[in-house]
């Protein structure tokens, strides 16, 4: 029987607006949306955690403002 587990997550932290870079050596990304820093992806460790991909991911809106 074929094993239908999946492996990792297809979503992208970087792509989403829940996500920020934290600046902390140890903890640098972060997530608004579920409130925690890690050492990596976000999507990562809900996954890691849970087996499902993250259900919070909101993509960002294409292009920069820029305030001047």
């Known amino acids: 029987m074929a ?7 297809l979503i992208n932290c970087f792509f989403c607006e ?3 870079i934290t600046y ?6 972060g997530c608004r ?3 925690f820093k890690s050492a990596r992806m976000p999507s990562v460790d ?3 955690n849970s087996e ?8 960002k809106e294409r292009g920069h ?3 001047d």
């Open 3 to 9: 094993d239908d587990k999946k492996e990792g997550t």
């Open 18 to 20: 829940h996500f920020y």
């Open 24 to 29: 902390e050596r140890r903890f640098p990304y």
């Open 33 to 35: 949306a579920i409130g």
């Open 46 to 48: 809900v996954y890691a």
């Open 52 to 59: 499902m991909d993250c259900a919070l991911f909101v993509r």
């Open 65 to 67: 403002q820029h305030h």
